[in-house]
């Protein structure tokens, strides 16, 4: 047993520090304790044990004691963390608070109060994340007298499914559910039952177990070639590139069955869990309910209970978003990044971290399969598969008989408005509105901004309405009577008069989802139009929009980028996008990609069911690389394009990339820090020899946010230069900048 521990802290210094541990104890790799530090109490997590204090230390203080009984993190993943840390050059104490349930709530109290926890002394059991929920369940047919109203619209629901639970019903009925529950069973007509379930909405309703289909050729070579990896308990890595609607879920159920039957546990990532409801459904139709769905809702508890079942071996199976990356998985066998492409699996604060490098990294470590699946790869992804990093599969085809939809790109400036007049319905998205209408038949509008007009525009002095924290214009939002900004939420009622120049001249310019919806609902009259973006939906709403979809009680759905996740929806043939050429619009070398992305995804919930799809991309750039090939579902003609492109002005995946930022309320501190991280930058022989080259320093895209002031530069180059120079940059950020907060992002995504 040694006598010394060392802890990390979550405190910006790059090292640990060492504590004596009292007598009689013991704490194991991975354990949160309680240590003093400066006269305050800080939780760190022990990451090594020794049996002297480091040489030159003169006082060491004693650990405090323990704050759980089992140590947060296993082994494997303590190791995975640390290597982590040093890849993005973040102080390993932030990073294992980062991926750490919170610390539980007596803890906290107890370190503010003073009172350190006793030797050996645990905290108080905390109550299991379950709550007791009642269930009905139809019984034989009795005869129904006089029933009422929402009676019977529990038994039409009872009718429709095995059981329903009262949290169900009473999103329906509201408040009276339980009685009206209780009078069916007094009747006979319903069994009640109780039952302890995990409080979260994944698991409010009971879902039909299914069995697997046949698989297809195309899925069938990639399922044996990952089972054979699996077998062979070697790791390796692949990109599984299949079309939309492919059918590459189920060859993560395959992939995930074989792991589960070898005792091997697995981890699946997705852009964000509350959009993807019907891919937790059938992973619990396919594995009943021993999964850990790790996602936001989750309360502290619930997360912290999913953690410690899923570090005792009771959960093998854990489902969430980025930071399901550091989910404690036992055994670690497989680990599925779904959309790997998706922008949402990088970290943009604190700890920076891309949560789909990181899984490649986790799975090596882990001896364990990595796949990441998408329909329109990376092209970082797509050319480390060309590079064999990883191994590539595709399905070509989609898995049911459906072929990919048709595709028109309809030019804005030739076809200025349709039959209603609106510059932005133009006649043959209006033609294809009406077809898909009159065949009974749903139509998904996408268009990437959320509000009534972007922003409210003076006709006198051009100037519009901005945010007073941030140098973004407000966005209307008609509905509520009020503008708002997108980034730091602050909100206002429209002005009566232009605050640059105080005529009363304010129009609204642009269009946003709330006006397109409300167009649309009058010039379809009496079609039904239902949105789907951040103001509509939240959480268990999206379920609900798409359910209603799926049931055929909405005709229309427009949305943001919220439509052209992964839902399946068979009965949607017509996909128009109002605006193709938006995101191209970005400052970032990834526009292209991105709107490539889009383009093609949301184009793939078209046709999905019996009848063929069609879409419609309306543009001003009809010509551009990225609508085109999108246009032509043909991923690897955009993929040469970009490529050559990249090649040409050195961006990634030629050379990598480190953003440096800066951002502070004084504007010229905030400028001069950044100059000063720049100047450390420019000593590096790389920055005259070539092999590093600099952008900036210069003001963000956005250069004012939340009353911040904000500026970068950009490093790229060859991979060992520039980590010297970032790590160099990191310890003089270390030793701390006054007010200003600077940061060092390897491989950045974001570019405002
Ligand atoms: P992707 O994840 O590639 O978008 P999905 O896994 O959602 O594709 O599959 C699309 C549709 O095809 C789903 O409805 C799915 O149930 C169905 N499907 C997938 N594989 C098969 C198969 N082998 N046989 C029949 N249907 C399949
Ligand atoms: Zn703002």
């Known amino acids: 047993m040694s006598d010394f521990v060392d802890i990390s802290l979550p405190v910006p210094l790059r090292r640990a520090f060492t504590y004596r541990v009292p007598e009689g104890a013991s704490y194991a790799l991975g354990a949160r304790v309680a240590v003093p530090f400066h006269r305050r109490k800080l939780a760190g997590f022990v990451v090594g044990h020794r049996d002297a204090p480091p040489e030159g230390v003169e006082r060491v203080f004693r650990v405090a004691g323990p704050l759980e009984r089992e140590p947060v993190f296993p082994a494997e993943l303590l190791a995975f963390l640390d290597e982590a840390a040093r890849y993005y050059l973040h102080p390993l104490g932030e990073v294992l608070r980062a991926a750490a349930p919170a610390l539980p709530k007596g803890a906290m109290k107890r370190l503010r109060e003073g009172g350190f926890l006793e030797e050996g002394e645990a905290l108080p059991g905390r109550a299991v994340a379950t709550i007791l929920e009642l269930f009905a369940h139809r019984t034989e047919a009795l005869p129904e007298k006089r029933l009422g109203s929402r009676q019977k619209e529990a038994l039409a629901l009872l009718d429709e499914r095995r059981e329903l639970a009262l949290g169900e019903l009473r999103d329906r009925i509201g408040p009276s559910a339980r009685n009206v529950l209780k009078a069916l069973a007094k009747r006979g007509l319903v069994e009640l039952e109780e039952r302890e379930i995990l409080k979260d909405p994944f698991f409010g309703k009971p879902i039909e177990r299914d069995a697997p289909p046949e698989l297809n050729e195309a899925q069938r070579v990639a399922v044996e070639r990952m089972r054979g990896a699996l077998e062979a308990e070697e790791p390796a890595s692949f990109l599984l590139h299949g079309v939309t609607g492919s059918g590459k879920t189920e060859v993560y159920l395959h992939v995930i069955e074989s792991a589960r039957q070898r005792g091997r546990g697995a981890l699946l990532l997705v852009p964000e869990i509350a959009l993807t409801p019907q891919l937790v459904s059938r992973f619990r139709a396919r594995f009943g309910d021993g999964i850990a769905v790790l996602h936001s809702a989750l309360g502290e508890r619930e997360r912290d209970e999913a953690w410690r079942r899923l570090r005792r071996g009771e959960l093998t199976l854990a489902v969430g978003a980025r930071s399901a990356l550091f989910a404690p998985v036992p055994n670690l066998g497989v680990i599925v990044v779904d959309e790997e492409h998706d ?280 010509d551009h690389p990225a609508i085109r090939a999108a246009a032509a579902h043909d991923y690897e003609r955009f993929y040469m394009a970009e490529l050559a492109e990249r090649r040409e002005l050195g961006y990634p995946p030629f050379g990598r990339m480190v953003a440096v930022r800066a951002d502070g309320v004084d504007e010229q501190r905030t400028r001069r820090v950044l100059e000063e991280l720049a100047s450390i930058a420019r000593r590096h022989p790389g920055l005259r020899d070539g092999t590093l080259s600099i952008q900036g320093p210069a003001p963000a895209p956005i250069a004012r946010l939340r009353n911040r002031w904000r500026f970068r530069f950009l490093l790229r180059g060859e991979r060992k230069p520039l980590r010297q120079v970032a790590a160099a940059l990191a310890a003089r950020i270390d030793e701390g900048l006054g007010p200003v907060r600077a940061s060092v992002d390897v491989d950045p995504v974001s570019m405002l």
């Open 343 to 622: 922008p949402s699996f990088k970290q943009e604060e604190g700890f920076r971290y891309h949560a789909r490098d990181m899984a490649l990294l986790r799975a090596h470590r882990a001896g364990a399969v990595c796949i990441l699946g998408s329909a329109t790869p990376s092209v970082e992804s797509f050319r480390g598969a060309e590079e064999g990093r990883l191994e590539l599969l595709s399905l070509p085809e989609r898995a049911t008989s459906q072929r990919l939809p048709e595709v028109e790109v309809v030019d804005l400036r030739r076809h200025r408005h349709g039959p209603s007049g609106h510059h932005l319905i133009t006649g043959p998205l209006h033609q294809g509105i009406e077809a898909a209408l009159e065949a009974g038949e749903q139509c998904i509008l996408f268009l990437n901004r959320r509000g009534f007009a972007p922003s409210q525009r003076c006709g006198s002095c051009g100037a519009a309405v901005e945010c007073p924290s941030c140098s973004v214009a407000l966005t209307e939002h008609r509905a509520v009577g009020e503008l708002r900004c997108h980034y730091c939420d602050f909100r206002r009622p429209p002005p009566a008069r232009c605050p640059t120049c105080g005529a009363a001249d304010l129009a609204p310019l642009g269009l946003g989802t709330e006006q397109l919806e409300q167009t649309l609902a009058e010039l379809f009259s009496p079609a039904r139009v239902a949105r789907l973006d951040r103001d509509t939906a939240t959480g268990k709403t999206v379920e609900a929009v798409l359910d209603r979809l799926r049931q055929g009680e909405v005709d229309i759905l427009v949305g943001t980028q919220m439509v052209t996740k992964g839902h399946d929806l068979p009965g949607v043939t017509l996909v128009g996008v109002i605006l193709a050429d938006q995101s191209l619009a970005f400052p970032d070398f990834r526009a292209g990609e991105r709107t490539f992305q889009l383009l093609a995804q949301v184009a793939g919930r078209a046709g999905r069911g019996e009848r063929p799809g069609r879409v419609c991309f309306q543009t001003f750039q009809p």
